[in-house]
């Protein structure tokens, strides 16, 4: 059993998009349920109607309650495999009572020095969970990083989030496209008829259980 966090402390970061995609591989995988607990129910409407593929829930969650999260992960966790939860990632007890369960943090990072700033502190907070959750394991990944870009801001990013204490860096990178938000908008998967999409993101998705299941062995 495993519980996925994807957490980021800027809005719009593609959060919500890992999460769905990462839901949808994670199927192939045992079943497997979607927890949204990003105070925003309107992004995933299409979840409860159009989608059929994964059990998923809309918890309406005020950040400072440490309680409902803790208490729903420990209802659900003995009824799936793996549990996706996508949530703010600013310091409040809502978040700590989810990383506490957390096998898995998921951070997508930008490559704008701010941003990856705000992300850094979110690190330090998993950093700071994982000294009494000993198995929660963070990663970052390069996310709608634009078309228009320098290499040389590519290579000095990739370098200092390969470099952050306490994390492991994917080394595939997802570029921005607006199919992305579009499939999830319309309650499929990448994989249906976006094929370069889904190879692409099925890269990330493969580093994260390789690197899972090398954890697990370890």
Do not use: C
Request: proline share 2%; glycine share 6%; charged share 20%.
């Amino acid at each position: 059993m495993s519980i996925w966090v994807v957490a980021s402390r800027k809005r719009g970061s593609g959060k919500t998009t890992i999460a769905v995609h990462l839901t949808k591989s994670l199927r192939g995988q045992g079943s497997v349920m979607l927890i949204d607990a990003n105070l925003e129910g309107h992004d995933y409407e299409w979840a409860n109607h159009s989608n059929k593929l994964f059990s998923f829930e809309h918890l309406d969650i005020a950040k400072q309650d440490g309680h409902s999260l803790d208490h729903r992960l420990k209802m659900v966790k003995q009824r799936f495999d793996h549990i996706v939860v996508d949530i703010d990632g600013q310091d409040t007890p809502a978040l700590r009572s989810v990383l506490k369960h957390a096998d898995k943090l998921i951070i997508p990072n930008s490559i704008n020095p701010e941003d990856i700033q705000l992300e850094t502190e979110l690190v330090q907070l998993a950093i700071g969970i994982a000294q009494y959750n000993t198995q929660l394991k963070v990663y970052t990944v390069l996310n709608k990083l634009p078309d228009q870009h320098q290499l040389s801001e590519l290579i000095q990013t990739q370098d200092l989030l390969k470099n952050m204490p306490g994390t492991q860096f994917l080394n595939t990178v997802i570029y921005e496209d607006q199919a992305y938000q579009n499939m999830l908008l319309n309650g499929k998967s990448i994989w249906e008829d976006q094929s370069d999409l889904g190879h692409n993101f099925q890269r990330i998705i493969q580093e994260l259980i390789e690197l899972h299941q090398f954890a697990q062995a370890g």
